[in-house]
């Protein structure tokens, strides 16, 4: 039987925060068999993926229009703890590029985020602030294999992204 412990972001995200690393950091803390019962305003999709790759699968419940309970299991136990805290500095570095886009009109904010990441190495993130949701850059950033996170700040008005590269074959492709 699973031990969850739980953590509650709700109002992390409805103040505008980004509690990825909070989760993150709540991830490398449990024991082999915890697993971690996650309150979210929405369903992380992102997130879900990040983790079912680190061996957890999940239950996703919609409680509300603005209140899910995610059961994250794991899928087996790991050695000790220490792997699991190297994991999670590997997963999300610090961002090595920060940029502001928010006075550019589409697409000139997704041509250079895609531009940007062409140079980054396998691993490094990339974090942006945009004047809207970059809806176009998400199939853009699914195609080429790459991971993020992302939400609107406090005041709706700016997007917050972090992208993370990974290899892969299109990522090398010369345009």
């Known amino acids: 039987m699973v031990q969850f412990r739980e953590l509650d972001v709700r109002q992390i995200l ?21 697993g971690l019962k996650l309150r979210a305003i929405f369903e992380p999709v992102p997130l879900i993926r990040q983790l079912e790759k680190r061996g957890y699968s999940h239950v996703a419940t919609r409680l509300a229009e603005d209140d899910w309970e995610i059961d994250f299991i794991p899928n087996k136990p790991l050695q000790h703890s220490e792997p699991a805290v190297a994991a999670t500095e590997a997963v999300w570095p610090e961002p090595v590029w920060n940029l502001d886009l928010t006075d550019l009109a589409p697409p000139e904010p997704m041509e250079r985020i895609l531009s940007r990441l062409e140079t980054m190495e396998d691993g490094e993130v990339l974090f942006a602030l945009l004047n809207r949701e ?42």
């Open 134 to 175: 970059p809806v176009f850059l998400f199939n853009e950033l699914k195609a080429r294999g790459h991971e993020w996170i992302g939400n609107f700040d406090s005041s709706g008005k700016t997007y917050r992204i972090m992208i993370r590269t990974t290899t892969g074959d299109q990522n090398n492709a010369g345009a």
């Open 14 to 34: 409805r103040d505008g925060g980004m509690p990825f690393q909070l989760i993150m950091d709540a991830f490398a803390g449990l024991d082999p068999d915890e």
